[in-house]
């Protein structure tokens, strides 16, 4: 166990309407990171955290934002769903850049 | 970026039968990851293997970074071992992912 909690684990939306996830971990792990997992394809990078205030771009980040002000707390906020990012929705950890990536419980998000 | 590519997509054994997954890997790495996800979603880790061999009970790796590429092993396979492998190669501090082998087993 990672120590990583993922909130909510399920939520239904509209489409317009805002919505943030939250990763939290437990252990002061520097890199932490957002990806997404949709039928057909593996788990695609959204964006990941290399510290307090220090964020980057993944392969498919358009539609999305992300904030870590402390380091136990990652947030992924959809300014303005939409039906395709219709997807579950996964947190990792990763204590330091040459180690191994653990994965949260992920949260399945629907947008109607 | 690095580009992963993982063979078979799909594969359904018959409980006892051994199979074998491979992860193609378009530069070199300085590490590699497997994963399992089961039927429930999760993702659990398998191997964390730069070069090598690494067992653990019925499942092995073994990754040969110079031609670019890894293997999992799966002995005497059981109806648990159904899900998705996926394998994860590093890139500058963050992982791309292959499409994953889905591995059926009847009993």
């Known amino acids: 166990d990672a120590g990583i909690t993922q909130s909510p684990r399920h939520k239904v939306t509209e489409t317009g309407t805002p919505v943030t996830l939250r990763c939290h971990q437990t252990?002061?792990?520097?890199?932490m990171y957002w990806y997404r997992q949709d039928p057909g394809h593996g788990l695609r990078l959204i964006h990941y955290?290399?510290?307090?205030?220090?964020?980057d771009k993944g392969e498919v980040s358009d539609g999305y934002s992300v904030s870590r002000s402390k380091t136990e707390d990652f947030l992924l906020t959809l300014e303005s769903a939409t039906s395709s990012q219709t997807s579950v929705y996964f947190c990792?950890?990763?204590?330091?850049?040459?180690?191994?990536?653990?994965f949260g419980p992920g949260t399945r998000l629907t947008v109607t | 970026g690095i580009q992963v590519e993982q063979s078979p997509p799909d594969l359904i054994l018959q409980e006892g039968a051994n199979s074998t997954l491979r992860c193609n890997f378009s530069?070199?790495?300085?590490?590699l990851q497997w994963f399992h996800q089961n039927p429930w979603g999760q993702l659990i880790n398998l191997f964390y293997?730069?070069?090598g061999t690494k067992q653990n009970g019925r499942l092995s790796a073994t990754t040969v970074a110079t031609e670019r590429y890894s293997l999992l092993y799966i002995s005497s396979s059981q109806t648990t071992d159904s899900g998705v492998y996926f394998c994860?190669?590093?890139?500058?501090?963050?992982?791309?992912f292959g499409d994953g082998t889905t591995l059926t087993v009847k009993p």
């Open positions: 990792a950890i990763k204590p330091g850049q040459e180690y191994e990536q653990y």
């Open positions: 252990e002061n792990h520097r890199y």
């Open positions: 955290s290399y510290g307090v205030k220090d964020t």
């Open positions: 293997i730069p070069s």
């Open positions: 530069d070199s790495v300085n590490n």
């Open positions: 994860a190669a590093p890139d500058a501090g963050k992982s791309t």
